[in-house]
């Protein structure tokens, strides 16, 4: 799942997957904005097919939150 993350964010913010890892920050490291954001998490929800709760994305700041978030809320 890790690897199908950090692809899918290469792809969404169209950076090198190299440049990423489980403990990039997304808006220090990646200078993720709101707008890039919403496309993140658009991205994950259709992808895995989980719905991110709005109180939830305040709390996801790493890659490695995202990869915990998606393995805890998967549903296959």
């Given at each position: 799942m890790?690897?199908?993350i950090i692809k899918l964010i290469a792809k969404t913010l169209d950076?090198?997957?190299k440049d990423i890892n489980e403990k990039t920050?997304?808006?220090k490291d990646l200078e993720v904005?709101?707008?890039d954001l919403v496309d993140l998490v658009a991205a994950f929800e259709d992808e895995f097919g989980i719905e991110?709760?709005?109180k939830d994305i305040k709390n996801i700041q790493t890659?490695?939150?995202i990869i915990?978030?998606?393995e805890e809320h998967k549903t296959d």
């Open positions: 890790k690897e199908k950076i090198n997957p920050n997304l808006v904005e709101s707008l991110i709760a709005d890659v490695g939150d915990k978030y998606a």
